[in-house]
C-alpha cells in the first residue's frame, strides 16, 4: 500500500528574445494512493540430472488513484479558475511461463519454453471545473498477448497482432584459473508503461500537457556483447563491450500547443530508431572480512532517429546523438552483535532524446540494520537525500517549431 500527497505553488515564466513575456502562477494540491497484490505459483519437475522442466504462473493486480486540484492565481495570489481531475487506474496481470533444458553432450544445453502474458489496463478519468461540470469523460482498456484488444470511449481501437521471435546465443570461454571470456546476442521486447499508454490528458500543469498513446507497440532491440571476467585475489572485475539497435522506438514527441502561449504537448509515438555503442564496468571488493564495497560505471554513445512536425505541419526526419554515461556505489560493513551499515549512491547523467536532452539526477541513502531472531529476521532504518533541497533538473527541447533560444543582442 502506498499514499503520497503534495501540496504545491508553481510559478511559469516565459521569455521571448531574452524578455519576460509573461508569468503564469499556479496553486496544485494532488494526491496518489493505491496498492497492489502478487501471488505466484512455481513447479519444477527433475526429470533426471541436467534435464527439467519448469511451470510459472504469476497473477498480479494494482489499483492507484490519482487525483489533483489546479487553481489558477493572479497576481495577488487570488483564484481566478479551478480544474480537478479524477483518474483511477487498475492494472491485471496473469502470466504462464513453461520452459524446458536438455543437456547435449557435456558442455551444452538446449533450452525451449513459451510464455504467455494477459494484461488489462483500465483508466478511468474526469475534469471538472469550479462549477462542478464535466465536460470531458472517457475511458480506455488495454488487453496485451499475442492479440490485443483495445477499447476507447466503449468504442474497439483496432490493433494489428503481433508475434515476435526471440533469439538468444551466448558462448563463454575460461581463461586459465579465473578468467572467462564471453560472446552474446539477444533480441528485448520493451512493451509500453501503463503512462504511456493512459488516454488521460494530464493537465495538472496546463502549460506542459501530457497524454498516452493506447496504440503503441512494443520496441525490439538487438543487442550484441563482449565480456570479460576475472577474479583478482578477493576483487571481482567485469568489463563488457555492447551494441544496440533498436526499432519501433518509443519516443516522447514534444508540440507547441498553438492556443495556449508557451504549452507543450507531450504524448509518445513508435516512430524512431536507436542505436548505441558502450562499455560497462563492475567491480566487487573485499576490503576486509566485514567490509564490502561494489560498484559500476556505465558509458555509451547514441544516435536517435525519428519523425517530428515540421514547420510545415508535415513530418520530417529528425536526428540526435550525445554521450550517456551513469554510475552507482555500495557499501556494507558488517558490526559487532548482528548490526550492519549500508551506504549506496547512484548517478545518472544527461541523456540524449531525439528532441534535445534530458537533465541527470542522483540519490543517496545512509541504513543500519540489526539481525534479530538468530538470523531469521531483519529490522532497519534508512535515509534517501537528508540534505540539502535536492538536484535541479535542466532538459533542452530542439525542433523546427521550437527553436532553441537565441541571446539578444544590443547596438
Request: net charge neutral.
Amino acid at each position: 500500500m502506498r499514499n503520497f500527497s503534495r501540496d504545491q505553488l508553481q510559478t511559469t515564466r516565459i521569455y521571448s528574445g531574452g524578455a519576460l513575456s509573461s508569468t503564469f502562477l499556479r496553486d496544485i494540491e494532488s494526491t496518489r494512493t493505491g496498492n497492489s497484490i502478487d501471488l505466484n505459483l512455481d513447479y519444477l519437475f527433475v526429470i533426471k540430472p541436467g534435464r527439467e522442466l519448469s511451470i510459472s504462473t504469476l497473477y498480479s493486480t494494482s489499483d492507484e488513484h490519482s487525483n489533483f486540484i489546479s487553481a489558477n492565481l493572479d497576481g495577488e495570489e487570488t483564484v481566478r479558475s479551478r480544474l480537478r481531475n479524477l483518474n483511477d487506474n487498475n492494472n491485471q496481470e496473469i502470466t504462464f511461463q513453461t520452459d524446458y533444458i536438455h543437456p547435449v553432450g557435456e558442455t551444452q544445453i538446449i533450452e525451449a519454453g513459451a510464455k504467455g502474458i494477459l494484461r488489462q489496463v483500465n483508466s478511468d478519468f474526469s475534469y471538472l471545473s469550479a462549477a462542478g461540470l464535466d465536460p470531458f469523460v472517457t475511458d480506455g482498456l488495454r488487453y496485451e498477448q499475442t492479440m490485443i484488444d483495445a477499447t476507447q470511449n466503449k468504442e474497439a481501437i483496432e490493433i494489428p497482432d503481433y508475434a515476435n521471435l526471440v533469439p538468444s546465443l551466448n558462448f563463454s570461454k575460461r581463461i586459465g584459473e579465473t578468467s572467462t571470456v564471453k560472446l552474446g546476442y539477444s533480441r528485448r521486447i520493451q512493451r509500453p508503461g501503463l503512462r504511456q499508454l493512459n488516454p488521460n490528458v494530464n493537465l495538472e500543469n496546463t502549460q506542459s500537457i501530457e497524454v498516452g498513446n493506447p496504440l503503441l507497440r512494443p520496441e525490439l532491440t538487438d543487442n550484441y556483447e563482449l565480456g570479460y571476467s576475472n577474479m583478482i585475489g578477493k576483487t571481482y572485475l567485469n568489463l563488457s563491450f555492447f551494441g544496440r539497435n533498436t526499432s519501433n522506438a518509443i519516443n516522447e514527441i514534444r508540440t507547441p500547443i498553438d492556443t495556449l502561449e508557451g504549452a507543450l504537448l507531450t504524448t509518445y509515438q513508435n516512430i524512431g530508431k536507436e542505436q548505441a555503442v558502450g562499455v560497462n564496468l563492475f567491480l566487487n571488493l573485499y576490503l576486509t572480512n566485514r567490509w564490502t564495497v561494489n560498484g559500476g560505471i556505465d558509458l555509451d554513445y547514441a544516435r536517435l532517429e525519428g519523425l517530428v512536425t515540421g514547420l510545415d505541419g508535415i513530418s520530417v526526419t529528425q536526428t540526435n546523438s550525445g554521450l550517456n554515461y551513469g554510475g552507482r556505489l555500495m557499501s556494507q560493513l558488517k558490526l559487532n552483535n548482528g548490526w550492519n551499515a549500508q551506504a549506496f549512491t547512484f548517478l545518472r547523467g544527461r541523456r540524449v532524446e531525439l528532441q534535445g536532452s534530458r537533465g541527470g539526477f542522483g540519490m543517496y541513502a545512509l541504513g543500519v540494520s540489526k539481525e534479530i531472531n538468530d538470523g531469521r529476521g531483519t529490522i532497519g532504518l534508512s535515509a534517501e537525500n537528508f540534505a540539502g533541497r535536492g538536484w535541479t533538473l535542466r532538459s533542452e527541447l530542439e525542433t523546427a517549431t521550437f527553436p532553441p533560444k537565441v541571446p539578444s543582442r544590443s547596438a
